[in-house]
Each structure stands twice: as structure tokens, then as C-alpha cells.
């Protein structure tokens, strides 16, 4: 189900580097419903938010409108079956920027411990992202852009913000 942003998106993409971060310390949890109970500092400072932002919020609070549902929900599906999951997102920061990162997902026991094939077990998810190469960016926003304005197309009535999305597609 998309998700209106929370701030209005920029055509302007930060990377890692400017930021100075270590690509592997972007860490969050979440509950089992996506409800995020912690944030690396530097998630934080990648986002712009602030922990109290952050904690307690969906994790669509970062979702960028041109990234795919159907990215989503395959994520869903799999960790929810107790699977590791992996895939390239692209995300919105407060600011308005976009970043993109190779995701890794994975469910959790009630002791922070992964865990897979037992979703009954499942307490929440950790993800570990990676800052992911020219290529892989230049190939996943190919991609995803064509997917995102197939799922608009599809759809028999957008809001207001889905048209504005459609339209820079």
C-alpha cells in the first residue's frame, strides 16, 4: 500500500560519502509491524531525523513515493515467513533528498537474535544496509521507475500525490 510522504520530494540524491558514513552502521529495528525500536546514529544522520522521530514511527517514514509497492511487498511476505530478505531501496530523508541502500533484512527473536523457518517465534526485524554501486542504482531506478508508474497506471483512482508521482515518471 503506498504511503504519502512526509515531506515533499526533491529531485536530489545524498550519498554516503557527502555524508561521511560507514554504510554498515545503518542499522534500525523494528516490531513485528514495522514500528521501529531503534536507529543507528547513523540511520539518523542519513535520515535527518531525530531518534524520537524515528522511534515509535512506521518505518515508511523513510518510503520514497517512486519506490515500487510490490518491492514492499515481497519484503513483507519473506521476513514475515522467517526468511532473510535483500534488495535495493530507495529512500526519502527529512530534507526531501533521496539515498538509496542494499537492505538486509532478517527476522528476530525476543532477544535480539536472528532467526529463520520459525515465524512464530518472530519478535521484530533488523536490517543492515550497504551503499550500493553506480551500477546497481542506475539499474534499480531504471527498473523500479517502470514498475512504480505500471502500479500507478493500474490503479482507477490515485490520490492527488500518486499524480504528482506519475507525472515525474
Known amino acids: ?3 504519502k510522504p512526509n515531506v515533499k520530494p526533491l ?3 545524498a550519498t554516503f560519502k557527502e555524508e561521511g558514513l560507514d554504510a554498515r552502521a545503518l542499522i ?3 516490531d513485528k509491524k514495522g514500528i521501529i525500536t531503534f536507529a543507528s546514529k547513523a540511520y539518523r544522520d542519513m535520515t535527518k531525523y531525530s531518534r524520537n522521530e524515528l522511534v515509535g514511527k512506521p518505518h515508511s517514514i523513510v518510503r ?3 519506490m515500487p509497492e510490490a518491492g514492499f511487498r515481497d519484503m513483507w511476505d519473506t521476513i514475515q515467513r522467517g526468511e532473510h530478505w535483500e534488495g ?3 529512500n526519502l530523508r527529512k530534507d526531501g533528498k533521496y539515498y538509496w541502500v542494499v537492505v538486509q533484512v532478517d527476522p528476530i527473536d525476543k532477544d535480539g537474535n536472528i ?3 520459525t515465524p512464530e517465534k518472530i519478535d521484530g526485524y533488523i536490517a543492515v544496509r550497504r551503499e550500493p554501486t553506480r551500477k546497481e542504482i542506475e539499474e534499480a531506478d531504471e527498473l523500479y521507475r517502470k514498475i512504480r508508474k505500471a502500479e500507478l497506471l493500474a490503479k482507477s483512482n ?3 500525490w500518486e499524480k504528482e508521482v506519475l507525472n515525474q515518471l
Do not use: N, Q
Open 1 to 3: 500500500m503506498a504511503v
Open 11 to 13: 529531485d536530489e540524491e
Open 28 to 30: 534500525t529495528r523494528t
Open 64 to 66: 520514497h513515493p517512486l
Open 88 to 90: 535495493m531501496v530507495r
Open 115 to 117: 532467526i529463520y523457518s
Open 158 to 160: 490515485l490520490k492527488d
